[in-house]
């Protein structure tokens, strides 16, 4: 695996032994990241990432490859922080643009200071475990963290395919979905009428 674009590109990323995660294969970040750049993000050097479920960390180093300001990773698993810790050294970030937390995704949107002070979350990347439901359960959540995030936030949402996410739920509204293989994503923004 290896980050696909921006000034970062090429750099290896590590994924840890076994089953442990499912990394967001090469071929569905630069998708991802080709959907964003040319239709919902403008300026990059601004924008302050959230990676959930993070796993490698390879969603949230491809936004910062890509020049965003900030990223903060959350991943709850023991067994990845130190695999997590390798790829954020190996890419060259720096403490000041990155931070890791160790916690259970839902726990940490109920913290009341998510994200540094007066920081809103521009682009939310979230890649939960398949089959699980936690596309809704998330959408919650985000919902009740949205304190925390920015009124024109895109978040995009990995999902398996033959999980859906309705075009309304709650404070979001859904702009597109795209199915690559065995995996869909989801692109969310707020509702305008909120």
Known sequence: MRITGGSLR???IICPRGHIVRPTTDRVRQALFN???SNYIQDWRKLVVLD???GTGALGLEALSRGAKACTFVEQDRRVIPVLKKNLLLAHTTTSVTKLV???VYDFLQQKRRLPENEQAGLVLAD???GKGHLIRLL???THACDSLSPKVLIVIEGEKREQVPEKYSDFRLLKSKSYGNSSLFFLK???DR
Do not use: H, I
């Open 140 to 142: 919650d959540a985000l």
């Open 35 to 37: 959907v964003v750049a």
């Open 52 to 54: 959930l479920f993070a």
């Open 102 to 104: 160790r916690a259970d």
């Open 10 to 12: 090429g750099r290896k």
């Open 190 to 192: 707020r509702n305008k």
């Open 128 to 130: 939960p475990p398949y």
